[in-house]
């Protein structure tokens, strides 16, 4: 698989909480049970409680999580783990304990944080300092990062829809051709480099897809009545799933067609979380106003299993990602949880 689109999958399910006005008290959150703990989730450090709403991982397996200043959360800015989730350290030098959205890497290994109000910072050393990357860009909401195989950068605003960057962040250019929604919420990339986009509701709505390298861009979510795309992600095959306000969808065909893919969710009204391991594998966390569940697919989203139930506790999980073993990781709103298992041997 492409690193472009294990970049994707991070970036697609990061900011839709709080560009929606979600907060960490929303009754509509998901929760990580404690019962189940023992049966599958673990608490990578019980001292590490932050709002998680980033997460991504680097070839050398350090982990680095985007969290939430006050109110929604306790220190803010980046931490890291060098240890598999073991002990966690606040690096913010430069970066002012602010709210991260979303992170992302390139292929060199440079890091990409959107934040809330601020923009976009970069670090050039695994995160040891943090400068502004804001060179053209006016919105500083920053919803959403993803990186092509070329290390061309697309953000994606709150009010300003699309940023591209052809030179690692140096100067941005807004790319808007197309667009009706000035929202952006999600990115996936697929291995031909064709871009596709989920937007929000403040100019407009659904998904959209580039096949110019952000230059044009086209709505491609058909009949699919979409008010939100928070999450986006596609497998080996180059399959596109979209988590939505009406549930999850599929297209096998580069997005020209869609069908609902979450039969057996019932939690499908809102699906917030998604990701892919490398077996192809969907997790889903699913909510509405009644509760929510995590759910796992192994047939490209035929089917879904239930795999967590009994929501206690404040733990909403709001973002996956997987390590290089399969093992997954959730971002909650207390801190970081991780499997006990690699999901291939779930």
């Keep these: 698989m492409k690193k472009s689109n294990s970049i994707s999958y991070v970036v697609i399910i990061l900011s839709f909480l709080v560009a ?13 049970d404690d019962n189940y703990a023992q049966e599958f989730w673990e608490k990578s450090d019980v001292s590490f409680n932050e709002s998680v709403f980033a997460l991504i991982i680097n070839d050398s397996g350090h982990i680095f999580a985007g ?3 006050p109110p929604f959360g306790t220190t803010g800015g980046v931490f890291r783990s060098k240890d598999n989730g073991d002990s966690w350290t606040e690096i913010n030098n430069g970066l002012s304990r602010l709210f991260v959205r979303s992170l992302a890497i390139n292929n060199s290994g440079h890091i990409f944080a959107g934040t809330d109000e601020n923009g976009i910072y970069r670090s050039l050393d695994n995160g040891e300092n943090w400068v ?19 290390g061309h950068i697309f953000a994606g605003t709150d009010e300003n829809g699309i940023y591209r960057s052809l030179d690692n962040g140096a100067t941005w250019i807004k790319k808007i051709n197309g667009l009706t ?34 230059e044009t861009w086209v709505k491609i979510s058909g009949s699919f009545s979409v008010l939100f795309v928070p999450s986006l992600a596609i497998n080996s095959e180059d ?24 039969s057996g969710v019932a939690w499908a009204e809102d699906i917030r979380a998604l990701a892919i391991n490398s077996n192809g594998d969907i997790f889903v966390r699913a909510s509405s106003a009644f509760g929510g569940d995590v759910y796992r697919s192994v047939n490209n989203g035929e089917s879904w299993e239930e795999l967590y139930t009994n929501f206690l506790d404040a733990k909403f999980a709001r973002v996956f990602t997987f390590n290089s ?8 709103s207390n801190g970081v949880f991780r499997s006990l298992e690699t999901t291939p041997d779930i």
């Design 20 to 32: 929606c006005g979600d907060d960490s008290t929303s009754p509509e959150d998901t929760f990580i």
């Design 67 to 69: 969290t939430s200043n």
């Design 132 to 150: 502004e990357s804001n060179n053209g860009i006016i919105n500083l909401n920053i919803n959403t990062i993803a990186i092509n195989d070329s």
């Design 181 to 214: 929604s000035r929202q952006i919420l999600s990115f996936a990339i697929n291995s031909r480099g064709v871009i596709f986009a989920g937007a929000g509701t403040t100019f407009g709505e659904g998904i959209y897809r580039s096949v110019d390298n952000g």
């Design 239 to 262: 399959d596109i799933f979209a988590g939505t306000n009406r549930g999850l969808i599929r297209s096998t065909d580069d997005g020209n067609s869609w069908e609902a893919a979450d």
């Design 325 to 332: 073993n399969g093992q997954i990781f959730a971002g909650t």
